[in-house]
């Protein structure tokens, strides 16, 4: 197949599927290197894809079945041990954890995607930030961060935000 059909499988590849897709599961199932589709990845990007890289693999946004709501939090914690426990809190309580912003005095709004929805991935974010010895960016604000968080319904967003208040992670308005 060439380089512009390739993009297309691609790109159906991500369409259909429910969770990330890893870059070189995508260069295995296409018979090409890593390389080549982090290059169809951004050809895709500007073409118009809607396509965003987490630490799981690729996704297009808006491919679950059904309606789900997005809110967001606002929250502070010191350290990764509290960085796992507010993950988990968010998880267990049934939400999908996007994103990880924060407001950078100079640069402004930072964004990270993270899709992070069970115990499992948590562990793996934890385990690849202890490896790396990366700093998280919630180290750029004192430990202040917002996560959008993904969630069946308003009573599920109530249950996470009064878990989260129990471990005074949540920033009230």
Known sequence: MDSEERRKEVLKVLKNSKKPVKGTE????????????????????ASGSDIVATPQGYIIFGNEEGKKMIKTIV??????????????????????????IVEHPLYGEIKSPLMISSRLEVDEFIKNLKDTKAEPLSSLTDGVHIHSIEIDDEKTFEKIVQKLKNKKYLISE
């Open 75 to 100: 929250c502070k914690h010191s350290g990764c041990s509290e960085i796992e426990d507010e993950l988990y809190t968010i998880v267990d309580a049934g939400g999908k954890v996007l994103d990880v």
């Open 26 to 45: 995508l260069a295995k199932k296409m018979g090409v290197s890593r390389q080549v589709i982090v290059q169809d990845i951004a050809i895709l990007r």
